[in-house]
C-alpha cells in the first residue's frame, strides 16, 4: 500500500513557473515508476510525463515536452513536476501516481495507486 500526497499546486502566471511535489508513504517507493498526470473541466485524464525506478529515466506527454521536468528523491520518497514556461492550457488538477508496471506506463489503467490531487491555474 502506497499514500501519495502533493502540494506546491496554486496560480501562476503565464511563461510563469511552478514546482508540484509528491510525498509517498511506505518503504518500497524506488520499486514504483512514478508519473503525473493531470484533468482539466470537462476533460479525460491526461498523462504529462514518468520517472522510472532507479535509474530515473523520464518521458513525457506531447504537450509538455521541454517545458515539464521530473525528478525524484528515493531518499525522501518523493517525486518532484517541475513546470517552466507555463500556458493557461495547463490548468488542471495534477495528480500524482505508482506504478508497479514494467515498461513505460501511460495509461491510467497502469498506475495502482493515486494521489488526492492539487489543483494548478494559469492565468493569462
Known amino acids: 500500500q502506497v499514500q501519495l500526497v502533493e502540494s506546491g499546486g496554486g496560480l501562476v502566471q503565464a511563461g510563469g513557473s511552478l514546482r508540484l511535489s509528491c510525498a509517498a508513504s511506505?518503504?518500497?517507493?524506488?520499486?514504483?515508476?512514478m508519473g503525473w498526470f493531470r484533468q482539466a473541466p470537462g476533460k479525460e485524464r491526461e498523462f504529462v510525463g514518468a520517472?522510472?525506478?532507479?535509474?530515473?529515466?523520464?518521458y513525457y506527454g506531447d504537450s509538455v515536452k521541454g517545458r515539464f521536468t521530473i525528478s525524484r528523491d528515493n531518499a525522501k520518497n518523493t517525486v518532484y513536476l517541475q513546470m517552466n514556461s507555463v500556458k493557461p492550457e495547463d490548468t488542471a488538477v495534477y495528480y500524482c501516481?505508482?506504478?508497479?508496471?514494467?515498461?513505460?506506463?501511460?495509461?491510467?489503467?497502469?498506475?495502482?495507486?493515486w494521489g488526492q490531487g492539487s489543483q494548478v491555474t494559469v492565468s493569462s
Open positions: 520517472i522510472k525506478r532507479s535509474e530515473f529515466n523520464t
Open positions: 501516481a505508482a506504478s508497479l508496471y514494467f515498461g513505460t506506463p501511460q495509461e491510467t489503467t497502469q498506475y495502482e495507486y
Open positions: 511506505g518503504r518500497t517507493f524506488n520499486r514504483y515508476v
